[in-house]
């Protein structure tokens, strides 16, 4: 009987997904009534009011409600879902909370169309772009490496500065920095291009590279089937190979590969970009620095990758460690937890209980009318388990209630922590998680912080759980988070980051010619302090 049960939600699920790409294809390309858009206005507003336990921290609620109620007056006209986006997200990026995300409603492809799609790539986001100096430029190209160096100009009949002034409205910091303004722009550039402009075929660029003028048309062509030639030609020939290798060769090759897929495993091999999630090495010829860059506090196993680093780090009796978390935009509350244990100490507590404003959090996140289907289901079917386990872990303080992570517990060091010198690695991408470790590693005052302020706020932030509302007419989807994470430690003023205590930017110069000046100074201030 059960698994009849779960058959029907399967049927139910695929019944749905087939009407889905029609009716959502409808509202992305129709006009809504003004009615409806000021509805959608007041629903989203109450929907902020009811779940953000922050909601005015950093705007007062006077100055809050005279936004929204001055982008009710201004809608007189039908709009569509994505040009009312475009006057919704500036006005819900005043409240200045990073985790807050709005996203319009895009095409929607049918299976047959995706199996097209998925047969081809777009040059374009072959690109890596960077915005230093106010200006947009390619630091990095899978296809045309002369690209690399260029600024770009202008993208069709729009300015690039024009574009950007429009984008850095659609996103914000936590609080009042701007350090993440600039350095988000640069990563999520092609991201928001696309939410933009929808689906594209071409796109023609125009770049400026040592006071030249050119363009380029980017297209969607078939994936490079020269690249996939070579790559059958060098599978046959590794067969053929393997095919010739002795038994005990064989054996050695399957050990090597096993070895490769545990180090994929435990350093988070991220196969988009060929690049770890974690890395580990020395610097210098004593290997008196040793090097922890992480890119994110997200996939992999990472409790067995800090006890090797860790224990090698003890075991050699390394005096200088980098903990490198540029551009790391956050993860795993639990991750980072579990690495302040090496770097701690002391005995102390990770973060406060988490300010909420429903005693059942994990509800509101898994029944949001945005979520995922099977989301709602799963939540629908454990409801009872749900609903038990998130009223003993909250409780009601006067008039606020407070999620009780485990984290918030009193904790102590791991015992084969470090407890040499330790520099951290911080810019404007550093936010979320990054920024709540770095809070609590700058409070017990055991590091020296090197780069730029941190785009995330010193005094906590807002996630942690996130639920998707999705407006009733324009489909537009909003992004809340539900519970207030934060460090013990406060700073005056609130709003901004954690600040370095050796102010260093580097310059797109430095970018384009692979120069590390936040690292460099680390490695000649260690030396100079060498005995």
Known sequence: MKYQYLWFLVVIVIVQSCGSVKKNNAVVSSLHDADELREDVDAVYNQLQKHHPRLYQYISKEA????????KTSITQPLSSHDFYEQLAPILMEVRQGHISVMPPQMQFTKKERKVLMKERFEFYDLDFNYMDKQLWVSGSKSDSLLIGSEVVQIENESANALIQKYQTQYASDGFNTTLMDRQLGRAFQRLYARDKGFLDSLSVTFNKQDSLYTK????????STSHTIDSLKQEADSIKVAQLTKAEKLIRKQKAKEKRKQDRIYGFQ???GKYTRNFNFKGIDSSVAVMKIRAFGNGNYKKFYKQSFAQLDSLNTPNLVLD???????RIEEIAYLFRYLAQEDYQFINESEVTSRVPFMVYTMSNGSPLMLKII????????????LIKTKKVDDAIYYKFKYAKMQSPFPDNFKGNLYVLINGNSFSASSILSTNIQGHNLATFVGEETGGSYNGTVAGLFKIYKLPNSKVRVRIGLMQIDAPF??????????PDIPIVPTWNDVLHERDPELEWILNHVEKEKP
């Open 379 to 390: 939540g629908a079917v454990f409801s009872p388990v749900i609903v038990t386990h998130n």
């Open 490 to 499: 406060k700073v005056e003023p609130d709003g901004y980051g954690i600040k």
């Open 217 to 224: 048309v980017f297209r969607r062509i078939p994936k490079d």
């Open 325 to 331: 978390l540029r551009d790391n935009g956050g993860g």
């Open 64 to 71: 809050l409600d005279f936004k929204f109620d001055s982008l």
């Open 271 to 273: 196969g988009s970009d």
